[in-house]
């Protein structure tokens, strides 16, 4: 997801995240940059377009590598909500 925030929504999200991550309800990944860019643009048969934003200088790609990063400091987090 790309949200475009100001720094104190930012902060907002940042705490709310890491308290339900230190309470077991689920685990994260952030990548902070003040860009976005287009990653791909797809043309179909119709002249329909996809277009994919991603945050700029990693993305996707290094809020994933926070989250693995996360996941493997210790045993994943289990909430007593979790179905199994």
């Given at each position: 997801m790309v949200i475009?925030?100001?720094?104190?929504?930012?902060m907002q999200l940042e705490?709310?995240?890491?308290?339900q991550y230190q309470h077991g309800d689920l685990v994260y990944g952030l990548h902070i940059t003040d860009r976005a860019i287009l990653t791909c643009l797809v043309f179909e048969r119709m002249g329909r377009q996809v277009h994919l934003v991603d945050g700029a200088e990693g993305g996707y790609a290094l809020a994933a590598q926070?989250?693995?990063q996360r996941?493997?400091?210790s045993e994943?987090?289990?909430?007593?909500?979790?179905i199994r």
């Open positions: 475009a925030s100001t720094p104190a929504q930012r705490t709310y995240l890491e308290a926070a989250l693995k996941l493997s400091v994943p987090m289990v909430s007593k909500n979790e």
